[in-house]
């Protein structure tokens, strides 16, 4: 054993010793994951949120969270002489003084849309597998939590260059709180210290930006991470894979590597979009002017379906009588605030109220196919289509433009399209699925054919049997010396561990060749 080996030998027993960390390392390197690729989507997001923090720290090294006018004597030409707020000027600074300031904000604002997309993605998986039922129903209200968490701050981080379109986008904010009836007003008045635009809401963002709201997602990833490591993964149906079983590679070394290559890679590809495609552009907008209004603005991605909503919701006021105090809820209401409210209550509540329908209580560590559940899959697609027309929606300038035609005809289309393509949806997804249960080959692998040209020029076509056979799969180098470290099969799923309905189980014969770990669920 050479030097750095009882060195490092001698500090394990030292944190061994007093921490009692080799029962907990052991069990943690053995950890099994599975091997799907949709399995990544929710390290995508996480390995975004990295990304954010070290860009984030950068910027607020540089960024001023103040609303205090000053006059611009920057090195960006056109805005020189402006009045302009310190947060704005700042930003400029960042963009054209600080060295790779540019690039850094870039990589920070795609990284941001990347880790909610990677969460709205990661969520459909969720879904569509019935991946959230029980013991998962903790999780999946902690990850929908890290949604509305993150498009939050994902808002707040895109309000703080205080430029032309943010400073609408707070604008429009400040009306969506004053329409919260009864203590709208007052909740305004409190969040933005004043009547808008006051000076105190971007200080107040900062703070929130950089402080509370990322140590709060930090801890729901903690916990969200927690917990699944304790419940261990879900897995699709496969050969050996059951409902007591996990099948997959071991943390160490096979799925760290991976892990850690995909971080890369992930770095690698936001990198380049912040290199390389530019995004917002805050010098082209100019500081917010309070009566500045400019054409095909729109938010980002993830709010462009509470934007189309707002676009779409018709003029209508509820109005209550003197015998309710005569309070008026304005329009804004609707859109802005009762519909997230039911969009995330909906969210938080699907796992019980599917239990409610199907009176299903069991234990689920098997994830669904979509095609098997044609009333979940149909019920999800016409829910996604819905805000996919409110996406549109948020762009209806730019569609009216686009289209040579008048701003109403568009909303009124979309309008339609709002309640008539979800129903159309859903119910083509529904008979699809419908007719796919009905043929018993449906999802079996195609077997390749070969054209081959005989002497006499006539083609016939012949079937390749390289998917006729069951695929061998073969132990990998690390396996087979793991293996071989723990005892042969000591992880392997005994007889006595399988689930007496586990007929997959007994009709694999799952045993320690195969290529692949396994470890009992409990």
Request: aromatic share 14%; proline share 6%; glycine share 8%.
């Amino acid at each position: 054993m050479s030097t750095l080996e009882e060195r490092a030998v001698g500090a394990a027993d030292f944190a061994d010793e007093r921490l009692g960390v080799a029962k907990f390392a052991r069990s943690s390197f053995n950890k099994i994951f599975p091997d799907h690729w949709s399995f990544m989507l929710g390290e995508i997001a996480m390995y975004s949120f990295v990304i954010l923090i070290f860009t984030g720290v950068f910027l607020t090294l540089f960024y001023v969270p103040s609303q205090h006018l000053i006059t611009y004597h920057g090195s960006y030409a056109p805005l020189r002489g402006q009045k302009m707020s310190e947060a704005y000027a700042s930003t400029l600074n960042i963009s054209f003084n600080v060295r790779a300031g540019l690039v850094m904000r870039q990589i920070h604002h795609w990284a941001a849309d990347v880790f909610i997309a990677a969460i709205v993605v990661h969520l459909l998986r969720i879904f569509f597998t019935g991946s959230y039922r029980k013991p998962r129903e903790l999780n999946w209200i902690i990850g929908s939590s890290l949604l509305i968490l993150a498009i939050v701050n994902g808002f707040i981080g895109y309000s703080l260059p205080d430029d032309l379109i943010s400073g609408t986008g707070i604008r429009i904010a400040f009306s969506i709180i004053l329409s919260i009836p009864v203590i709208g007003s007052y909740l305004a008045f409190f969040v933005f210290g004043s009547n808008f635009p006051g000076t105190s809401i971007i200080p107040r963002f900062f703070i929130i930006h950089v402080l509370i709201l990322p140590a709060i997602i930090a801890a729901l990833i903690g916990a969200h991470l927690a917990i699944m490591w304790h419940q261990k993964h879900t897995q699709y149906p496969g050969r050996g894979r059951t409902n007591r079983n996990v099948v997959g590679i071991p943390f160490w070394p096979a799925y760290a590597l991976q892990a850690g290559g995909f971080f890369f890679i992930t770095s690698a590809v936001i990198a380049a979009l912040g290199g390389f495609v530019q995004i917002n552009p805050i010098w082209l907008y100019g500081p917010y002017i309070p009566y500045k209004v400019s054409y095909a603005v729109q938010p980002d991605w993830y709010m462009g379906w509470l934007d189309g909503a707002l676009r779409l919701m018709p003029s209508w006021e509820a109005v209550f009588g003197p015998t309710y105090g005569g309070h008026m809820i304005p329009n804004v209401f609707f859109p802005a605030v009762l519909l997230p409210g039911v969009t995330f209550g909906l969210l938080f509540a699907w796992p019980w109220i599917e239990k409610r329908f199907t009176k299903d209580d069991r234990e689920h560590n098997i994830c669904d196919r979509p095609r098997e559940h044609p009333v979940r899959t149909s019920v999800g697609v016409g829910i996604l289509m819905f805000y996919i027309v409110l996406f549109l929606a948020s762009a209806t300038d730019v569609l009216a433009n686009t289209f040579q035609t008048s701003l109403n005809l568009v909303l009124w289309t979309l309008r339609i399209m709002l309640f008539v393509l979800p129903l159309v949806a859903g119910l083509v997804t529904y008979l699809l699925l419908r007719e796919m249960a009905a043929i018993p080959t449906i999802g079996d692998p195609k077997i390749p054919v070969e054209i081959r040209r005989d002497f006499d020029g006539s083609f016939t076509l012949a079937e390749l049997s390289i998917h006729g056979e069951e695929e061998e799969i073969r132990e990998l180098p690390e396996e087979v010396a793991y293996r071989s470290l723990v005892g042969g099969n000591g992880h392997s799923m005994s007889s006595q561990d399988a689930a007496p309905g586990d007929s997959s189980a007994e009709a694999s014969g799952i045993e320690d060749d195969h290529g692949v770990f396994e470890v009992p669920r409990d």
